[in-house]
């Protein structure tokens, strides 16, 4: 099933990349909103937000649980999406398009190889569920 | 827990089969969804949904003293029960916490039949047969469940579905009452129950026989659009509906007077274990008491989270949740009972953020007669 595309990378914590130059969009994967279910609140940081690998960006909420999303890259928060505060359920609808999270500037351009390629992540989610 | 030790219920396969999200509830692998919660949660609301609850637990009590025993180890008045009739009840420890909430059904009069949580199931049997034994009570306890499967039907157009499949009439059984018959041509108690605030019916059958009934089911609903849905559609249509889980709103820690639920205690049938340490409660007052709130700021207030009055920390939230249909973030809480009176504003720690709540009148959901 190709449900993560080739081009984009991921996290192990259900992030996902997308890399162009030094700019970087991140939202959080098919896998994860499946996972949550309906989702309610997103919570992002502000602009200008430094932001470290592994940390925590934001959380998500749904009408069960909510969960931090880390961000999978270093750097300054360029942008948000701000279609999410008062339309969260596009992140169940299409989390690899219209619902990114964030576009983030790159710092350390080497944190990309730590990434996940999409077959790798597919085999993880795989092995997961 | 490793997934091979999780119990299955019958249906554990068909669950399975159709894409249902399994989890871990309570030592059970049960669906926790099937399409989506909101979408299951109004399913259940406007029109009909399914459910597998045969990780239910059931405990049979019979014999020539089975009314002395289930009066004695329960607070609702068993005496005042017809042939055919339910009621909700307490089993309750010496001080007044809870073993568990349970219905308890009138077969016959030397026969109850008792249905009980299930992560309780074994605790409630053990407890329940130590006391038999101990006082001398002419009856037998069974643990059941074994026997049984349960599925339940709810929403408005539970009784036309249901309907369909079964000769029974229905109509003819009241909210809280049950009785024998068949169901897709399957031996079943049809009781006129629930834990939706919906109408509806909780089917009891033989195990093997789960399948085909709910297929059966669903095949006959599927013209009013039935759905199978899953426990967090089950979690919040209970939640709006206020109806109490055991290991949330109440646990051995918590009687009955503080949960809301003194209607279940009838001080006036005779002794009952807990009446006692009940009676004290009542002469000296209670110091808290479970409401419930809103939402007022953006958050929600979830299971566990503490709550603060006027910057004191004063309780926890028992369960919260989005209410699908009241379209609010709603919850349970305890609150001091001087703080305890609708329109109190409080605030919820929500991940370190006290966020504005105020107590509102329950239920927060009510169907229309």
């Known amino acids: 099933m190709s449900t993560y595309p080739e081009h984009f990378l991921y996290t192990k914590e259900h992030e996902w990349v997308n890399a162009a130059g030094d700019i970087a969009t991140v939202g959080i994967t098919h896998h994860a909103q499946h996972e949550l279910g309906d989702i309610v609140y997103v919570d992002l940081p502000k602009i200008g937000t430094h932001v470290e690998q592994g940390k925590t960006l934001g959380s998500v909420e749904s009408v069960k649980a909510v969960s931090d999303i880390y961000s999978p890259l270093t750097g300054e928060v360029t942008e948000i999406n701000e279609t999410l505060a008062s339309a969260p359920e596009k992140l169940n609808e299409d989390p690899h398009g219209e619902a990114w999270l964030v576009k983030i500037r790159m710092s350390a351009a080497d944190e990309i190889k730590k990434l996940l390629s999409a077959a790798d992540y597919q085999t993880y989610v795989g092995a997961e569920s | ?369």
């Open chain 2, 1 to 369: 827990m490793a997934d091979t030790e999780l119990k299955r219920t019958p249906l554990n396969a068909v669950h399975r089969a159709s894409g249902a999200k399994m989890v871990d509830f309570g030592g059970w692998d049960m669906p926790v969804q099937y399409s989506s919660l909101v979408d299951e949660h109004h399913t259940v609301r406007r029109a009909v949904g399914l459910f597998d609850v045969s990780h239910m637990g059931e405990i049979e009590i019979t014999g020539p003293g089975a009314q002395k025993l289930t009066e004695y180890i329960t607070t609702n008045h068993v005496a005042k029960l017809k042939l055919g009739q339910a009621h909700y009840s307490g089993l309750l420890y010496e001080h007044g916490g809870f073993v568990d909430d349970i219905l308890v059904h009138k077969v016959a009069d030397d026969f109850y039949f008792i249905c009980v949580n299930a992560s309780n199931q074994e605790k409630d049997y053990e407890y329940i047969e130590a006391v038999r034994r101990d006082k001398g009570f002419d009856a037998h306890v069974e643990f059941a469940s074994d026997k049984y499967a349960q599925i339940a039907v709810q929403g408005p157009r539970a009784l036309e579905t249901l309907s369909k499949i079964t000769p029974t009439e229905l109509n003819g059984i009241k909210y809280y009452w049950f009785e024998e018959g068949q169901v897709a041509g399957v031996p079943a108690r049809i009781a006129r129950t629930g834990y939706t605030g919906e109408d509806g019916f909780e089917l009891y059958l033989e195990p093997t026989k789960a399948p085909h009934v709910w297929n059966a089911l669903l095949e006959a609903g599927a013209e009013f659009g039935i759905k199978p849905c899953g426990l967090g559609a089950r979690n919040t249509l209970r939640l709006e509906a206020k109806m109490a889980l055991y290991g949330h709103e109440i646990h051995a820690s918590l009687n009955p007077l503080d949960a809301d639920l003194g209607w279940i205690v009838k001080f006036d049938k005779g002794d009952f274990i807990g009446r006692d340490a009940l009676l004290k409660q009542r002469e000296s007052g209670l110091s808290r008491k479970l409401v419930g709130f809103e939402m007022t700021g953006r958050g929600i207030g979830r299971d566990g989270y503490e709550v603060s009055v006027d910057g004191a920390a004063a309780g926890w939230v028992t369960s919260g949740s989005p209410g699908p249909t009241v379209g609010k973030n709603i919850g349970l809480c305890y609150l001091p009972i001087a703080e305890a009176q609708p329109g109190r504003q409080f605030q919820v720690t929500v991940r370190g953020q006290p966020v504005d709540a105020i107590v509102v009148p329950t239920p927060f959901y009510k169907r229309a007669k």
